[in-house]
C-alpha cells in the first residue's frame, strides 16, 4: 500500500525575537501528528514521508506573532514512526534477530577510563562474533540446500520418489545433473543468492541511512551567530584515543565548554558509512566463502580418496584460495573499528569492490570444479559439515568467553553500581545472540528434515529414509527443553517476589491518598501495577541467568555430539527404559519446538507491525536494538537513530540560528527521550545552552544507563546535565519502563520530578468525580505536573514575552508526544 501524501510542506518560520518553541518527539509504537498536536489540521514544516517536522496549521507563522503564544510555546511534533514501523513485509527483519543483538553487545561494554588496548581487544571479539553469526546462517542455507536436498534426498531413491520436483537430480535418473558434485553446483544457488540478498538489503539501507550526512558547521548558513560550527570537525577530540572514553563518575561529565565530548557528542558517530560498508564486503565476502567450502570440500574430500579423473592439486588449490580468502576477511574484520572523531567521508572502493567479488570468483571455480565429471561417485549419510557446525559452536563459546574477561577487567578499572551484571552485560547478550543463531538454524534444518523424509524420523535409522542434519544439531534441539524447565525456578520465585512486593506496597499506597478511604480491590491493583512495573530492574539477572545455561548446556550438546556421533535418542540406546525414552521425548519435544518457535516468532513479528497494541508490547525490544548504529554486523536491521538524531539536531540548530532570542525545549517521551538526549549532545557548544531538556516516562538511565553505561552511565548524564541550560525528567513508579535518571551531583540538582501520583485520584472526588486511569507509561501530559515543568524550563531560558513566565495552564500541553 502506498504511503499517504504528506501534507504539504510551509516555508520556514522567519526571524523574530522572544519565541518560545517545545518540539515534541513521540516514544514506543509511533503517533501520528495530528495525535501529538491534537490537531487534524497540520502542514509539513520539513521533512518527508518517513519523518517530519509537523505544525498545527495555525501556528505555521508563530514566530510572527509571540503575542499569541505568551501563555505556552509553538508546538511542533517530530515524528519518525516511519523509521521502524511499515506493512507485514518488514516483519522479515525479524530473521535477522542474532544479527541485531550481537551488535548490541558492542555498545554494553562497560566505561573504561585509560584502557585504549582493552576497548579496542573488546570491539574485535565482538565483531568477531558478529562474523561466526553470518557463517551460521550461510552453513545452515547450505545445509539445507546442498545437504538435505542435493546431497541426501536426491541421492535417496525413497526420497526422491516422494519429491517428484527433486526427479531430474535423482541418482537413479543418470541423468546430467544426477552426479553428486553437479547437484551439489546446483544446489548453491540458494545459499548464494542468501548473501546475494542480505548485500541487497544492506546496501540499500546504507545508502538510505548511513550515507545521509548531517547538517554541521560547513553546511550551515554563513551568517550563523550562534556558533552553528561550534565543536566539530577534524580538531574535535577523538575518544578512542589513549587515555580519552565516555567521561567516568570521576571526570564530573565532561561535557561542559572546552572539556572532552560524550562518545554520542561526536561530529561522526552518527555517521558509520565507511565501516558498514567495509563490514559489508567482508561478510559478503564470508558467505560466499562458506558456500564455496561447502561446495569444493566435497568434491575434494572424494578427489583424494579415489583415483578419478580431476587432478588432486586443482582441489587443493581451490580449498588453499579459500582459505586464504577467509583470512583477508579475518582481517579486515580485525583491523579497523568505528571512526567517530570526525564524518569520514571516505571509502574503502578497492575492498568494497574486490573483496566480495574475488570471494564469488572462488565461489563460481568451486562449482565449476565440482561440476567435473566423476562417474562413480554417489553420495551416501551426509556431507562433511559436522565439523563445521561443532567448529563454530566451540568458536563462539572461546570469544564469548574471552569477551567476558575482557569485559570484566574494564569494568573493575571503573566500577559503576548500577551496571548490569557487573560489566558482563554485553558478552551475556552475545551468548544469547549465538543461542538465537543456533535455534533458528537448527530449527529450520531439522523442519526441512523431518518434511523431507515423510513419516521417519531423519538420524534415528528405523525407517528414515535420510541421514538428517548433524548430529550436534539435533543434540542443541534436545537441550531446548531442559534449559525451558530450568527457567521456570526464577520465573516462580519472581512471581513469589512481585507477589509479596504487591502485599507490602499497600499501606504505601493508602497512606498517600489518605485521608480518602481506601477500598481493597483499588488498593490491590494499584500495588499489583507497581510491583510488575519493578520488574523491569530484575531483568538482568534473568538475562544472565538464561545466557549462563545456555553455555553449559550448549557445552553439553558439543561433548555429546562429538563423543556419541549419534542423535540423542540412538546415543542413549541401552541405558535402560528410562533414560531411553527421556532422550527420545527430549529430541523429538526440542526438535518441535524450535519449528514451532520459529514459525511464531515470524507470525508474532507480522501481527506486531499491523497491530498498534502488539507492536507497544515488544516496540521498546526493537527499538532500543535498532537505535544502535551498525558496529558489529552490517545486515543487523538498520539504525533510525542516523536519522531521527541529525534530523532532531539539525532542526534545534536552524530554528535558534533564525530566532536569535527563541527559547527552546525538546521534549520526549519514552524511546523519544533518549533521541532528544542524544540531539542535544550533537549541538554546537554555543547552541546547547539554549535548549531545555523535557523528559518523561524514559528510560535513559533505567534501561540505557544500566545496559550501555559508556554512553548513558552516570558521567555522561552528568555532562548532559551540566550542558543544557536545564533539564526535567518526570517519572511514575507504574512505568515499566521510565524512571529516574539519578543525576549523581551534590547537591541534588533537582532534575528528577517524581514519582508522580498514578492514577491521580484514588477514587471519585469533585473535581475528578469518575474513576481516574491508571496511566503508566503513557498520557504524561495529562498530570498538571508536565505542564508546570514546562513552564519552569521556559522561565528558566530567560527572555521572554509579558506574561510567558506567569503560565501554569491547566489545559495539559501544547502537544502530545506519548506513543
Sequence with gaps: MAPATPPPSAPEPPRHTGTSLELLVHGVGGATPQEMLGDPRIVRVTGDEVAAVYRRTEDADGEQRPERYRDEPVAEAYCWSGLTSGNGSRALWLLLLPFMVVNLAHWMRPTATGSSHAVRLYGVLVRLVALSLTVLLTAAACEVALDLLAWQCAGADACAERRSWLGFLAERQGGWWSQPGRRLALAAVVPAALVGLLWYLSNRTWSAYESQRPLDGQDADADDAFGAAAGHGPNAPDLDAPGLDAPGPDTGGACEAGSVSPALGRPGFWYGRRLVARLRAAHTAAGFLTVAAAVAGAAARYDRGAEGPVPRFIGAAVEGGIVVGALVVVGVVCRRGRSEQTRDTRLDGALISWLPGSALALLALAVLYASWSRPDWQSSGTLPGEATFRLLAVGQGILVIALAVVARGLYRRTPEPRTVLHGLGGPVVAMLACALGGVMTGGVAQRVADWLDGPGTPGMGRGAGIAGPPVLLSWQASVIPLLLILLLLPVLALVVRTARTARRLGPVVEAEYAPEPPEASRTRRIARIRAT?????????????????????????????????????????????????????????????????????????????????????????????????????????????????????????????????????????????????????????????????????????????????????????????????????????????????????DPDPGVDRGPLKDPLAYGRTPRLPLPEPILGHSDYQADPAFADARADLLEELGPRVPRQAEARTQKGTSGRSSG
Aim: charged share 15%.
Design 533 to 745: 512495573a519493578a520488574l523491569t530492574d530484575s531483568a538482568p539477572w534473568i538475562v544472565g541467568v538464561v545466557s549462563a545455561a545456555t553455555l553449559l548446556l550448549g557445552a553439553g550438546a558439543i561433548a555429546g555430539s562429538w563423543y556419541s556421533d549419534r542423535v540423542p535418542g540412538r546415543a542413549a540406546d541401552g541405558s535402560g527404559p528410562l533414560l531411553e525414552s527421556l532422550a527420545d521425548a527430549a529430541q523429538s519435544t526440542g526438535s518441535w519446538l524450535i519449528g514451532f518457535g520459529f514459525i511464531l516468532f515470524v507470525a508474532g513479528g507480522r501481527r506486531a507491525y499491523k497491530d498498534a497494541s502488539a507492536r507497544r508490547t515488544i516496540g521498546i525490544l526493537w527499538d532500543v536494538g535498532t537505535f544502535w548504529p551498525r558496529a558489529a554486523h552490517p545486515f543487523a536491521p538498520p539504525c533510525y537513530a542516523e536519522r531521527a538524531v541529525p534530523d532532531l539536531a539539525s532542526r534545534m540548530s536552524a530554528w535558534t540560528s533564525t530566532t536569535p532570542r527563541g527559547r527552546l525545549v525538546i521534549s520526549g517521551h519514552s524511546q523519544g527521550s533518549v533521541l532528544a538526549a542524544s540531539a542535544v549532545w550533537q549541538l554546537p557548544d554555543a547552541t546547547r545552552p539554549r535548549v531545555a531538556l523535557l523528559t518523561y516516562g524514559s528510560p535513559l538511565e533505567r534501561l540505557y544507563g544500566r545496559w550501555f553505561p559508556a554512553y548513558f552511565g552516570p558521567g555522561p548524564l552528568l555532562g548532559l546535565h551540566r550542558s543544557v541550560h536545564c533539564w526535567r525528567n518526570l517519572w511514575r513508579a507504574t512505568d515499566p519502563i521510565g524512571g529516574p535518571v539519578r543525576i549523581a551531583e
